[in-house]
């Protein structure tokens, strides 16, 4: 599966923008959801992720509570919602897809990912 971001922009400190993932062919049925964020100078980091099967959801605590993983089923689309936006959040927005069995989570935050989505910028001014 290959996958496309789409969304983030510019917005205001406090402000909300939403970054949405789709797979160019295929279906995210079977795949768990996890985003990263690359800002400049910096290497990747790990945002958060969410399995569709067991339901669980995992973040990095400084987004906790400002940011949530959800999907559009008949949309076949995640999204990555992001609210009370912080100019430390400006970074380019990465989604990617990972088989989604007892593994995932493993899989995942150890790079051994199905397919990357492209990024997305999101720009947080003060």
């Known amino acids: 599966v290959q996958l496309q971001a789409y969304g983030g922009g510019t917005v205001q400190a406090g402000g909300s923008l939403n970054v949405s993932c789709a797979p160019c062919g295929g279906h995210f049925e079977n795949y768990a959801t996890g985003w990263f964020r690359q800002a400049p100078g910096n290497e990747r980091e790990f945002v958060g992720a969410r399995s569709w099967g067991v339901g669980t959801s995992y973040y990095v605590k400084s987004v906790q509570d400002r940011f949530s993983l959800s999907r559009d089923t008949a949309k076949n689309t995640w999204y990555l919602r992001m609210s009370s936006l912080k100019p430390e959040d400006t970074a380019i927005y990465f989604c990617?897809?990972?088989?989604?069995?007892?593994?995932?989570?493993?899989?995942?935050?150890?790079?051994?990912?199905?397919?990357w989505g492209q990024g997305a910028q999101v720009t947080v001014s003060s």
């Open positions: 990617a897809a990972v088989r989604d069995d007892s593994k995932w989570y493993r899989a995942l935050r150890s790079g051994a990912v199905n397919a």
